[in-house]
Every structure is written in structure tokens, then in C-alpha cells.
């Protein structure tokens, strides 16, 4: 992965600011409810320097990202990772994000510009979202195949829509808060999110409480950018239930895509397709990782010893 910096080669700014992004599990109400909090303002403004992304395409990615992190603290062995999709009819045209274990979050719009006539007019984002389909895979070690579900977009919120999933697919009443706050410059300077899920045998009365406790909380991204942390979030929020932390694990914008991969992807190609791009490049020859933008070059030279 090519990552841009976004520190202006600041180490200790750049190490602040990774300490702060991280995932925290807790459990809540005699152990009947589960949750995680994470705090990923540094991953989701680096994500957004890699993907060249205006203020709308950011706050549409990134919770799409802070929801890959939550989704994330549910896997458990070293080989699971979680994907999700939505695919929609509206200006969005939906997106793809994908982590796993090591809290590693990658993924990108379907389009690359949100087009959006009369933007300051728009109320909410669920009408740029349409009609659609919002699908969660995971892949765990332990079971040969991948497991899927799909549900309609009904809400036009990722938050809403992916409690919408689990309560369909899995029947488990579960909610999440995806946050983002933007500076009058439209500089991220908070991001994160909650969940929350119930386990076999939650009092449903505490269930409607604790779903009531997460709605009265504004805005974590402005609550993170204030220097609020984690923590300190959660026991404020639901000291009722009295929360109890279990964990924390780094969150990142990570992609395992390399130099040698792409080039694994060119040896492959058919011989006649390589001896065309040798013969009529243009060079450099460029390939894209769509999962995080990173740009891989290949010269005249490099193409020709990959071709033998």
C-alpha cells in the first residue's frame, strides 16, 4: 500500500494520533448486552487524502469505514475478515469496505464523485441513497465458506440499515452509532462510532434503555474532537447499565496490496496482451488498487522482464 501522509513527516504527530484510533469492546446490563466504541478520526482523514475525497464523498465513505470497524470487533481467529456492500440507485451508487481481525479497514465509493445538483438543499442523506441492497460476508476461519446476507436499503442510513441486517438476518437487536464532524473548513477533526447488540437472554426493557441512551448522544466525532475519549464516552452515556471494558485493539486505513502483487497480475496476463502494452505502452504503465487508490508504476523495462 502507497499511503499518503498526511503529518507532513511529523513522527509524533502521526504516533498521537495512532495511539487515538482504536477500537474498545464492553459489556453492559449483568453481561446481556455487548458493544464496541471506536475512535478513528486519523483513519478516516487518511483515507480520505489516499481516495481524494470532498466533504459529502468523505462522510459517506467514512462511516462506511467507522461501520467496518465495529463490524470488526465481533471476528475472532487471525484469518476472519468482514465485508460490506451496498449497491442503490441514488448519486451514492453504494460502496464496499472490508476488515478484519487486526482492525484493518479498506474500501471505496462506486463512483468517485457524488453528483448532487443543489447540494446545500439536500435535508437528509438517505435520498442520495435510492432504492438498494446493503449485503454483509464474513469470512471466518473455521468455516469453509462464506456466510452472506442481504437486505433492502429501507432507511438510507448505513447505521440504520446495517441494525436493519442484523435484526432480519440474524434476529439480534442491535444499533449503531456512525459519527463524523467536520470544522467550518470541512476538516474531519472527530470521527467514530458505537455498537451495541443484545445477547441471548437481555432484558428487553433494557434493551429499549440502552437503545434510548445511545440516540441522546449528539455527535461522538464533535465529542472526540473535543478530546473526549472512548472510554469516558461510554460510562457517561450508559452508566445505568454500568459498563464494563473488556479490550481494545488498533483500528488503521490498511491495504495489503503491493508492488510484487500488481506484478503477479501482469506476468499473469495473456502473452499477446503483454507484448501489445511493451510494444504500445504508454509509460509508465499504471495499476490501481480500487480498495485503497494506491498507484503502482511500471517502466518500458520493467515490463519487458515481467514479459519473459
Known sequence: MIKKDIFNKNVKEQFKASAKDRVFRFI??????????VHSTRMVNEMRANHVLGPLETLILGQGYIAACLLCSTLKDKNDRI???????????????????FGEVRGCLKTRKIKVNNLEKIKYLSSLYGAGFLTVTKHLENVLT?????VALEHGSIAEDLANYYL??????????????????????????????ALPGADPKRVIEAEKMIKQIDS????????QTPEAVIHDAFSDLNPHFLNSNRVEFFCRCSKDRMERYLKN???????DMIKNGPFPVELRC??????????EDDLKVLGK
Open 146 to 150: 462464506p456466510c452472506s446476507g442481504q
Open 168 to 197: 432480519i438476518s440474524e434476529q439480534i437487536p442491535t444499533g449503531f452509532k456512525l459519527s463524523i464532524f467536520f470544522d467550518d473548513n470541512e476538516a474531519v477533526k472527530g470521527a467514530g462510532g458505537i455498537f451495541l447488540q
Open 28 to 37: 453492559m446490563a449483568d453481561k446481556t448486552i455487548r458493544g464496541a466504541i
Open 220 to 227: 461522538l466525532g464533535e465529542l472526540f474532537a473535543k478530546g
Open 290 to 299: 480500487h480498495h485503497c487508490n494506491s498507484v503502482y508504476k511500471f517502466s
Open 269 to 275: 496476463l495473456p502473452v499477446k496482451d503483454k507484448k
Open 83 to 101: 465485508s460490506m456492500n451496498i449497491q442503490c440507485s441514488g448519486p451514492v451508487k453504494g460502496l464496499d469496505v472490508e476488515s478484519n481481525v
